[in-house]
């Protein structure tokens, strides 16, 4: 049987809340390894952070703090309609969830080029 | 404009618990038809073992409802042209409930779960107190006479992917039900209720997809009302330690 159309704003706002979630728990050992070699082999760490200036590990950088606001403003919406009185502007919440996602996630960016 | 030689090609789900196919029929096109119009036809004049179940054809019972094109509706209230796809129909049981036969959906499970969310009256009065005023104006009141228009048709139970991910869960109408409870003064088991949505199947389960509020049929906001009773549940444990 087919699915009803989920292409509604409120369930892509649970899809994208859920997939960066996900993205981002797959992305704290990674991050948290690198980290400790700052400790454990310093010399490696070094040329680890040379990769940075990579355009491509740059774009993925971008990436990645949209992942984290994305993730952040979309989890203050969350908690907002779960504990505080009920608001009837979800879908514009939501909205602005990823459009403040977007103006941070940019402005790393263009700060990062 | 159709004329009245045109024809739909309405695939219908024939079958029962133990499985079932789709089958297609050539249905008579006209200009003002609902879906639930088409399957009449069809028991009429094409295959009268098609099972299937409605009574009220006005959007009052809530007991036609069935998934037209994927999507969850009331047939008795869904004109063809408004959801035909390029002549096409495909019309199924109820999705998140198991099959009875053919299009009839076995709605056990979802009464089942508004009694399990205590969505029975507890009456605080007997017949013989005088009648309750109830002012009509209080914000919970409006809350209550909101979700007091549930029919029970299981549009928004069918929509929801937590109920499809999650047998247990009680499901938006359930819920809804809760809610409106809850804000009824009349109703004296504010704690009986709390206790019963916020387990394992209970409201928590909800991640506010919002499928439920998107297709209910008479416009009605489960999500909004889930909501309502997750904060409630959420004071109520707070309060509750406080006591303790
Ligand atoms: S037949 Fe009663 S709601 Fe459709």
């Known amino acids: ?113 | 404009m159709s004329k009245p030689e045109q024809t739909l090609d309405v695939t219908v789900w024939r079958g029962t618990a133990a499985g079932g196919e789709l089958e297609t029929h050539k249905v008579p096109a006209h200009d003002n038809q609902t879906v639930l119009d088409v399957v009449s036809w069809i028991q009429h004049h094409s295959d009268p073992t098609l099972t299937y179940r409605f009574a009220c054809r006005v959007g009052m019972c809530g007991s036609c409802a069935m998934m037209v094109n994927g999507i969850p509706r009331w047939t008795c209230r869904t004109h063809v042209g408004k959801v035909v796809d390029e002549g096409k129909l495909t019309i199924e049981p109820l999705r998140n409930l198991p099959v009875i036969k053919d299009l009839a959906a076995d709605m056990d499970a979802f009464f089942d779960k508004w009694v399990a969310a205590e969505g029975l009256h507890h009456p605080t009065q007997s017949r013989q107190d005088p009648i309750e005023p109830i002012d009509a104006t209080t914000p919970a009141r409006k809350q209550a006479n909101a979700g007091i228009e549930c029919i029970n048709c299981a549009v928004c139970y069918a929509a929801c992917d937590t109920v499809a991910g999650n047998p247990e869960y009680l499901g938006p109408a359930a819920l809804q039900r809760a809610w409106t409870l809850l804000n009824d003064t009349r109703d004296g088991a504010r704690a009986t209720i709390l206790d019963a949505v916020s387990g394992a199947g209970g409201c928590h389960n909800c991640h506010s997809m919002g499928s439920c509020t998107q297709y209910c049929p008479n416009e009605l906001d489960p999500m909004s009302a889930i909501a309502g009773v997750k904060r409630e549940t959420v004071r109520h444990a707070l309060l509750r330690r406080k006591d303790a």
């Open chain 1, 1 to 113: 049987m087919k699915t009803p159309p989920r292409a509604h704003p409120l369930w892509l706002a649970f899809i994208l809340h859920r997939l960066s979630g996900l993205a981002l728990a797959l992305f704290l050992p990674l991050h948290f390894w690198t980290l400790s070699r700052a400790i454990t082999a310093p010399d490696s760490l070094d040329s680890f952070f040379a990769l940075t200036e990579l355009p491509m590990v740059k774009l993925a950088e971008f990436g990645l703090v949209f992942l984290l606001a994305v993730h952040l403003f979309g989890g203050l919406r969350l908690l907002a309609l779960e504990f505080l009185p009920w608001s009837n502007s979800q879908k514009t919440l939501a909205a602005a969830a990823v459009g403040v996602a977007v103006l941070v996630s940019g402005s790393f960016f263009l700060n990062a080029i």
